[in-house]
């Protein structure tokens, strides 16, 4: 089987500051092969880029550039000039994370508005796919992208963890839906156990958001409650529990879908 992309993986969090290298070392061993470093403002953008694209990473490590909703507030005249910048590396496979959250509003509702339609506009430019963060904001969600249908189909909504009727939403206007270890928690998964049932392989990609969203039904409890890239097959295995798919041919479908969708 051919080995699976962590399309969501916030490696340049401080707490992998110590063992970065040894996390990578360590997913390989259970097949997890590839990885996308996301970036969510402009420095976090640029420190991702710098890290994946050391040769020692060639064709494992990727990064994103791009703002993130809480971090819209922080957006000046230079912002979209540095992200444009960061995109010509090769390692940089997509723009974002951008996108709305309502959830906490750290940046205002507007000012995050502005900023996503911005970056859809850059990504546009650079014929780039986009990697789009969602809470609690579906409906201007759809609004924008509807704006931008062409790039609507060029978008993946990262860690979805909404109904199985905004799934739908999403994937009629083409969007990619990526599906994360929130889907192993008995508390508050069970919107996105039953969205999962109407994401097509060929519009799935799954992903961890380590360190963040440890998978609630791992086996074995780990010491440390840190989310890590190795725990993607088991992410895999819950989500074909609920597809009724062996984790095999699901693995192989959405690693496909992941390698079409970012060029990597």
């Known amino acids: 089987m051919e080995g699976l992309i962590d399309i969501g993986l916030n490696l340049m969090h401080k707490s992998f500051d110590k063992n970065r290298a040894e996390i990578i070392e360590e997913s390989a061993k259970v097949g997890v092969n590839q990885f996308i470093i996301t970036g969510t403002n402009v420095q976090s953008s640029q420190t991702a880029k ?3 694209k050391q040769n020692q990473f060639k064709n494992i490590l990727f990064s994103t550039a791009g703002v993130h909703p809480h971090d819209a507030k922080t957006c000046n005249t230079e912002t979209i000039v540095k992200l444009e910048e960061f995109a010509e590396e090769d390692c940089v496979v997509a723009i974002g994370e951008c996108g709305l959250d309502y959830n906490r509003n750290y940046s205002p509702q507007d000012v995050q508005r502005e900023w996503f339609r911005n970056q859809i506009e850059l990504a546009e430019k650079l014929d780039m796919p986009l990697f789009l ?3 609690d904001a579906h409906e201007d969600m759809m609004k924008i992208l509807q704006e931008y249908p062409k790039m609507a189909k060029k978008a993946v909504v990262h860690c979805f963890t909404g109904t199985k009727e905004e799934a739908e939403n999403y994937l009629s206007i083409g969007c990619h839906i ?8 008995e508390r508050r998964g069970e919107s996105l156990q039953e969205a999962v049932t109407v994401i097509p392989p060929e519009k799935m990609m799954i992903e961890t958001d380590a360190p963040f969203l440890i998978p609630r039904n791992l086996p074995k409890k780990p010491k440390s409650n840190k989310n890590k890239p190795k725990y993607l097959p088991h992410i895999l295995k819950t989500i074909t ?3 009724d798919m ?3 041919d699901l693995g192989i479908a959405v690693t496909k879908t992941t390698k079409k969708f970012f060029k990597i």
């Open 50 to 52: 710098e890290y994946a």
């Open 133 to 135: 963060h969602e809470r």
């Open 178 to 185: 990526g599906v994360t270890g929130w889907i192993c928690d």
């Open 241 to 243: 529990e609920y597809k």
């Open 246 to 248: 062996n984790p095999k």
